[in-house]
Structure formats: C-alpha cells, structure tokens
T-cell receptor
C-alpha cells in the first residue's frame, strides 16, 4: 500500500515562529502536494511539486514556501507563522494511473498558531 | 478554470436510510471526477472515480455516483447508510492529463441511530 506520512499530527506554535511541516511518501511518486483544509472551504492547494527541486504555486501560496530536495520528501515552510495560518495541513502524492493522477493523502497536521 | 460546488455542507440521516450528496462542477474541457472520504481524524481516501465509459461508478462499500454531462453533476448516493459511513465527503475534478485536483467545500454526513 502507498504510504504518505506527515511528521506531526498536532503542532502548536507562536506567532512569528518559523514552522516546518514534513511529508514523506514511499512509492516513488513524481508529484507531491500541500493543501490546507478549513471548514466550509474544502481543500485549497498551497504548492505542488512535479519533480525534485521543481515547484509550482497553487491557489494560496502567500505566506508559505516549499522545499523538495529528495523525491520522497516535500516540506512546507511557514517563514513567520501567523494566527490566520491555524489550519489542518494535508500532504498528498500522486501516481499516473489510468491516464490520470490519483492522489494519496497523509493523515494531516493540525497546526495551531497562538 | 474549473470549480466544484457541493450544495450541502451537512447532511444528517437516519441509519439504513438512503442518502444523496450533491456535486456540480464547471469546466470547459473534458474532466475526470472523484469522490474522496475523510473519516474522523484521518486523511482523505479515494472512494470512487469516473474516468470514461459507463457513467455509473461504484465503490466497494455500497456507494455509487453517476456522471451527468448535460447537468455537469456527479452526485454520490447510497441506498442504505450505516453508522460507519459518518465522515466528510469531498467531490473533486481534474482536467484530463492534469496533475492538479480541484476540490469542493465538503459535505459532512452524520448518521443518527
């Protein structure tokens, strides 16, 4: 089975801190994604990466950056956390299957910024 | 650009009753359609998908969805729900050949005994 793991299930940080969220997948997928999930808004794409060192902005990249130094690992960075970044963060990876990219999700990290 | 609208944010039903979760999309090109399920405190799992062919697709746990191109809909149905179906359900769309998915706002399904 595909496994996507995220470094923390729950995280509490203070305003202004630098925050790293780590995601690792074990199936050699080319594509990896970071979403945030908020009630009533569904999932919104922050960034995605289609290859090592390659990244592309999603719909809400402001306040975030990403790093993909190795194929299996995709990090989301909050340079200076703010309270409006309190949210559930979901990582996903995808495999081209049946002509489309089926995405597999990690369990999520619930981040609280105080 | 594509968009997905899930018309109900919450759907409460009684156990063993039928349920329909509604999803409409907009796109100017051919699309693939998906339903994902998120059980409490978990990530999303693929429930079912429409790629091509038969417009009615089924999951292993009794859900089905029908692609209706003329109404740009992909509603999810189950004839008899169980307590274990309590979850949030997300409809998603992608352009054929695209890497990204666009998700709806989610529908929280709660099952009352």
């Amino acid at each position: 089975d595909v496994k996507v793991t995220q470094s923390s299930r729950y995280l509490v940080k203070r305003t202004g801190e630098k925050v790293f969220l780590e995601c690792v997948q074990d199936m050699d997928h080319e594509n990896m994604f970071w979403y945030r999930q908020d009630p009533g808004l569904g999932l919104r794409l922050i960034y995605f990466s289609y290859d090592v060192k390659m990244k592309e902005k999603g719909d809400i990249p402001e306040g975030y950056s990403v790093s993909r130094e190795k194929k299996e690992r995709f990090s989301l960075i909050l340079e200076s956390a703010s309270t409006n970044q309190t949210s559930m963060y979901l990582c996903a990876s995808s495999l081209l299957r049946d002509g489309h990219n089926e995405q597999f999700f990690g369990p999520g990290t619930r981040l609280t910024v105080l | 650009a594509q968009s997905v609208t899930q018309l109900d944010s919450q759907v409460p039903v009684f156990e063993e009753a039928p349920v329909e979760l509604r999803c409409n999309y907009s796109s100017s090109v051919s699309v693939y359609l998906f339903w994902y399920v998120q059980y409490p405190n978990q990530g999303l799992q693929l429930l079912l998908k429409y790629l091509s062919g038969s417009t009615l697709v089924e999951s292993i746990n009794g859900f089905e969805a029908e692609f209706n191109k003329s109404q740009t809909s992909f509603h999810l149905r189950k004839p008899s729900v169980h307590i274990s179906d309590t979850a949030e359900y997300f409809c998603a769309v992608s352009e054929q050949g695209a890497q990204k998915l666009v998700f709806g706002q989610g529908t929280r399904l709660t099952i009352n005994p």
